[in-house]
């Protein structure tokens, strides 16, 4: 009885993603929506990772290269990109990602926290990394990646 | 703080707001010109006030509203009279409670201590002999009360009371006094609350249950309790109780002194004072308490008065509280129709343009057109709702200068014209400050001292303006002070010992362009920079802020007799007209409004000279800026290297055209122009662009169009861009950029090389 009550309080849901060859994972109550890559506005004169901006359905959206945010090489867009639209606190900003996988559940259990030799990214950005049988789903902070106070 | 409370919370806010907003303007006037009228309505707000804190359990702002409330009770009854002191404190009390209710607002709680402020308005009510008045025996008039109750009922406890007086019941108060080495001062106070329910029945207690429970008292606490027994009974069931020092029980009154009994309602409503609400007629009276209607039945006057008035509001102005962002969700909308109204009437254009005067087509084109029609209107109305009396900006400012003019020891007038001219909320929320700022200027800086004066021949006082109107599509506002004036010459000084400007340069300036000296970075004439105005924000932030707007601002000064600051802005920051600019294949959008003219000229006639590209146009020089270099969209190219390829004869093919060109130099300037003609110099389209007296001309690859464009913001993640102030959605679902004109001339003068500020 208590290892469900145990299983159900501590399981985090996570929209998963496909960026450069790696699977990451962000809070599924951070994610807005998810559209098709469409045609992107450039910004002058702002920092690299802004990638410019949408108009989704009359509203202004920025759109950071994420790629870029996470040092990561760029590469080449296809049918599979997607922009995942993300709210955090009253910020709406997108990021697009190679290919969208879905929604996945770990429990807490299945988390561990970030080590430097894992991957490459500044373990800022990450909070930790989640195993589901044998995949590696890298958890993103969102908070750090957009680079917004706590 | 349970869930109900923070429902209401909102409403509390908003109701403060208002509440305080009154307070402050009456009390200045007060200050000048007592009334029986505004005294009535200063009381009345502070006792709405008072309530409705207390009903919220802000106790301590409840203390410290009722104390102002004792005064202003007081003075009305012209036990008190008007004096600086008084106000000052009062204002003191007033800045408390904002400053309480800002913590509210941001948290849900106070912990504000308002133990000062409270002391000093007692002070002020005692220190001041009490003015003997008849006291006429009606019970509509508050009887001095040096220890009277602090309980207020609340609606139905009053109806309680009522029931119970129709009962043959009598309603006493009691004041308890717990020995003050009690430990337990909760389970004393319930005890009595106990025994006092064997012989009666409680109404109401200061403090409530709750902090009754909580200890949230000191050792004396009120009890109003309803009963067939009498005095002495009340008092054996109380004493009954351990630990009880002292029970005194009166016959109970309210807070204003007027019984629950029933007397004839009509009576008291001729003794009681004077509503604030305009009565030209004695009928008006009577209709009164016809209109408060049945509720009315059983309540104190007072209430009858606030009920008839409420009533008399509701049908006399009909508004409705509309959140402000509900309004910018219909103007977004709004928005959205304007872009798909110019969307039809492109398509309807295409339309006819392939299809003829087709019936269908015509069908279209004019239910196209009504469409147009009524989203203009729609449009329109909007704008209006949205439209607020400069005066919500302009309340605060007769504090202020009050405050300030004490401050500085100086005696000023302060006149406001045209508070009810009406403006777009976008742009009242941030003309605030740039008119603080000019308006703290012309205290600080302008005015003399009264001694100063009066030796230049002038009246002690001085007087500040403050002027709104409207004019065409703009709004002006002016600050205009009879002050000292500001003085070319010292500007001019002042610049150069800076290093703004040479001496020669400051000579040349005529004496106008000198006093907008003031306006260069960098720059305060004040001797001693006062904490007022020279606090690090110069007037060149306060007009670059305002230029943000779309706004321009000069200034009109004459040495000895005073200054005039004129401010132009735009009705409304919602909307503009565009002129829409393709420049590599990126759509940007130039207010109309700053927009001069539009040509196209040839590569050739663009000289550098200093290092910044000019043009002659109509005999005087006129930067250029390529748009393109200034937003990065292209890797930037010199001045010098551009030049350079003109030379060459076109950067397109270098070597065809060397030759040629060292064949033909020789043979004279017209072959030279004719060979560049044949390179076919690129021809570039120019948009020169104004602010104020400066001009720019810009160089955009194509023009598009002019449309009317919504303004909306690229968001806190983007945050502000220089030169771009904000986007907006076109027809086509793509998104321009709104050129910020002031931020590129600022940018093209900072890269293309040091020149003065201008």
């Known amino acids: 009885m208590s290892a469900v009550m145990d299983m159900v309080a501590t399981e985090e849901q996570l929209v998963a993603f496909r960026l450069a060859g790696e699977v990451y994972g962000v809070d599924i109550a951070l994610i807005h929506e998810i559209i098709r890559l469409c045609e992107i506005t450039q910004i002058p004169r ?21 790629r870029q945010r996470l040092g990561l090489p760029s590469a080449e867009r296809n049918s599979q990109s ?7 606190d009253d910020c709406t900003v997108g990021a697009v990602v190679d290919s969208v996988i879905g929604v996945l559940r770990i429990s807490q259990s299945q988390i561990e926290p970030p080590s430097q030799l894992v991957t490459n990214l500044d373990t800022d950005t990450i909070r930790g990394v989640g195993k589901n049988d044998d995949q590696i789903i890298i958890l993103l902070n969102m908070h750090k990646v957009l680079k917004l106070e706590a | 703080m349970n869930e109900d409370m923070k429902e209401y919370l909102g409403v509390f806010l908003d109701e403060a707001n208002e509440q305080m907003d009154l307070l402050e303007q009456d009390i200045l006037v007060l200050e000048q010109s007592p009334s029986q009228e505004l005294l009535q309505e200063i009381f009345r707000a502070a006792h709405t006030l008072k309530g409705s804190s207390r009903a919220m359990g802000f106790t301590a702002m409840g203390e410290l509203t009722h104390a102002m409330e004792d005064v202003f009770d007081k003075l009305r009854h012209e036990e008190l009279t008007v004096n600086g002191e008084l106000i000052n404190a009062l204002f003191a009390g007033l800045d408390a409670l904002k400053a309480m209710k800002e913590e509210i607002a941001a948290s849900g709680t106070t912990t504000y201590d308002t133990f000062t402020q409270t002391a000093r308005l007692r002070a002020a009510l005692e220190g001041q002999p009490v003015a003997p ?14 220890d009277a109750f602090q309980t207020v009922l609340s609606d139905n406890q009053q109806m309680a009371v009522q029931e119970a007086v129709e009962n043959h019941c009598t309603i006493y108060g009691l004041t308890i006094q717990i020995a003050s080495d009690c430990v337990m001062k909760s389970v004393r106070a319930l005890m009595v609350l106990q025994a006092l329910e064997t012989v009666g029945s409680i109404l109401a207690t200061t403090p409530d249950d709750e902090a009754l429970e909580n200890e949230n008292f000191d050792f004396e606490f009120e009890v109003v309790v309803a009963t067939q027994n009498d005095v002495e009974t009340l008092q054996a069931a109380v004493n009954r109780v351990n630990e009880i020092v002292e029970v005194r029980v009166t016959p109970w009154q309210e807070r204003s002194g007027e019984s629950p009994l029933p007397a004839p309602l009509k009576a008291r409503v001729a003794e009681a004072p004077k509503a604030s609400v305009e009565e ?8 009164r308490v016809a209109d408060a209607g049945p509720e009315a039945r059983g309540k104190a006057p007072e209430d009858v008065q606030k009920l008839a008035a409420d009533k008399k509001a509701t049908t006399q102005t009909q508004t409705v509280r509309v959140d402000v962002s509900r309004l910018d969700k219909l103007l ?22 392939q299809f003829g005067s087709h019936g269908l087509v015509e069908n279209l084109s004019e239910t196209a057109a009504h469409i147009g029609r009524i989203t203009e209107e729609l449009q329109e109305e909007i704008m209006k709702a949205r439209m607020l009396p400069i005066d919500n900006v302009f309340n605060r400012f007769p504090r202020m200068i009050r405050d300030l003019a004490q401050k500085l020891n100086k005696e000023i007038n302060f006149v406001i014209e045209g508070k009810e001219t009406e ?45 709104a109107r409207h004019q065409e599509n703009h709004i002006v506002i002016e600050i205009a002070d009879d002050g000292k004036g500001i003085s070319p010459e010292a500007l001019r000084a002042n610049a150069v010992k800076k290093g703004i400007l040479t001496q020669e340069a400051a000579q040349r300036l005529t004496d106008r362009e000198a006093i907008h000296l003031i306006f260069a970075s960098g720059f305060s004439t004040a001797q001693v920079v006062t904490d007022v105005s020279g606090r690090g924000v110069g007037m060149d932030i306060v007009r670059s802020n305002l230029q943000k707007l779309g706004a321009t601002v000069e200034i009109d000064s004459q040495v000895g007799k005073g200054s005039t600051f004129t401010v132009k802005l735009p009705l409304t920051l919602a909307i503009i007209r565009g002129l829409l ?111 104020g007296e400066q001009q720019v001309g810009l160089v955009v690859d194509t023009l598009v169009g002019e449309q009317e464009v919504v303004i909306k913001t690229l968001g806190k993640f983007i945050g502000d861009i220089r030169g771009i102030s904000g986007a907006t959605i076109l027809g086509d679902g793509r998104v321009a950029l709104i050129v910020d004109v002031s931020g590129i001339i600022h940018i093209a003068s900072e890269e293309k090389g040091r020149a003065y500020a201008s």
């Open chain 1, 46 to 66: 702002t920092a690299p990772e802004i990638e410019g901006v949408v108009n989704l359905r009359g509203k202004i959206v920025p759109i950071m290269d994420l």
């Open chain 1, 82 to 88: 997607r922009i995942i639209v993300l709210q955090v």
């Open chain 2, 133 to 146: 008045t008849a006291e006429p025996a009606s019970a509509a008039e508050p009887a001095e009360q040096p």
């Open chain 2, 280 to 287: 030209p007629t004695p009928r008006a009276k009577d209709e």
């Open chain 2, 332 to 353: 977004n909308l709004v928005g959205e129709l304007v872009i798909d109204r110019t969307r039809i009437a492109e398509l309807g254009g295409q339309f006819e343009r």
């Open chain 2, 423 to 467: 403006l777009d909320r976008s742009v009242i929320e941030v003309i605030g400050d740039p008119l603080i700022h000019m308006l703290r200027n012309s205290v600080d800086h302008g005015i003399e001292t009264p001694e100063d004066r009066e030796k230049a021949g002038k009246p002690r006082t001085g007087t500040v303006w403050l002027r």
């Open chain 2, 581 to 691: 600019v393709s420049v590599r294949s990126c759509v940007y959008a130039l207010p109309l409004n700053t927009v001069v003219e539009t040509l196209k000229i040839s590569e050739d006639v663009v000289h550098v000279v200093n290092h910044r590209e000019v043009i002659l146009q109509r005999g005087k020089m006129l930067p250029i800026v390529r748009l393109q270099d200034v937003f990065l969209l292209d890797t930037a190219v010199t001045p010098a290297e551009r030049n350079l390829d003109r030379i060459r004869g076109g950067a397109e093919s270098p070597s065809a055209q060397m030759e040629p060109a060292s064949a033909e130099m020789t043979t004279g300037q017209e072959a030279v122009t004719s060979r560049r003609a044949r390179s076919a110099s690129p021809s570039l389209y120019l948009v020169i662009v104004g602010m």
